[in-house]
């Protein structure tokens, strides 16, 4: 029974991810430069509140996706958490040098959608927008899709899940097109990085840091 759970511990490093997300708190706020990168097509991009949904569903689809590359595929659970990891430091420095803002519509209909969107808005100040953190994370779970098993149902879930996530960013008014498209050149970025020269494949992963060192670990175990 200790076995099987010590077998569990790597997925402890998912706190890295509340642990730094302690800045995106503190970096949430107009007190500095604001800029708007809304463009002429974002104008032509209507309010659905229904797209809440798949924007709140973020957070657990996330942690089911980190769960799942951990059971089918190491290597790829320790490449996607670095590089998530490695993406919310970038995207919290980008914040203070370069903080950005969207202008939300009011909310005056009734009805739980509506509420929803209220309640986020309330919760979550309209800045820290460039790039964007829900878009950055679902494209990121993609990444991996080759290099595990799935069948064909849920390989097409997680990416219809993973785009509309993303679209549903830009639907609900929190973020707008440039935001969507510099998570998504960030994500390429990074992991490439990440995937040639830290986890470049499962022999010869670098010891260069500690979840490299621990993914080598659960490699020779296995």
Do not use: D, E
């Given at each position: 029974m200790k076995r099987k759970l010590a077998d569990y511990k790597p997925l402890l490093w998912i706190l890295a991810i509340?642990?730094?997300?302690?800045?995106?708190?503190?970096?949430?706020?107009?007190n500095t430069t604001v800029r708007s990168l809304m463009i002429s097509w974002d104008d032509h991009i209507p309010f659905i509140s229904a797209f809440i949904i798949p924007y709140i569903l973020w957070y657990p689809f996330i942690l089911a996706m980190l769960f799942a590359y951990f059971i089918k595929n190491k290597t790829t659970y320790y490449r996607t958490l670095l590089t998530l990891c490695l993406g919310l430091i970038a995207s919290y420095i980008t914040f203070y040098f370069y903080?950005?803002?969207v202008g939300r519509p009011e909310i005056t209909e009734t009805g739980l959608t509506y509420w929803l969107v209220d309640f986020i808005y309330r919760t979550d100040g309209p800045y820290n927008c460039?790039?964007?953190?829900?878009?950055?994370?679902?494209?990121?779970?993609l990444k991996g899709l080759a290099e595990c098993k799935w069948s064909a149902v849920s390989k097409w879930t997680i990416i219809v899940a993973s785009w509309t996530?993303?679209?549903?960013?830009?639907f609900v008014k929190q973020h707008v097109l440039l935001d969507i498209v510099g998570a998504i050149v960030l994500v390429e970025v990074l992991y490439f990085?990440?995937?040639?020269?830290?986890?470049?494949?499962?022999?010869?992963?670098?010891?260069a840091n500690p979840l490299a060192r621990e993914s080598a670990r659960e490699i020779s175990n296995s």
């Open positions: 509340p642990v730094l997300n302690i800045f995106y708190g503190v970096l949430n706020h107009g903080q950005t803002t460039f790039p964007s953190i829900h878009v950055l994370t679902s494209y990121l779970m996530i993303t679209a549903s960013t830009v990085v990440v995937r040639r020269w830290i986890f470049a494949a499962a022999p010869n992963l670098s010891p």
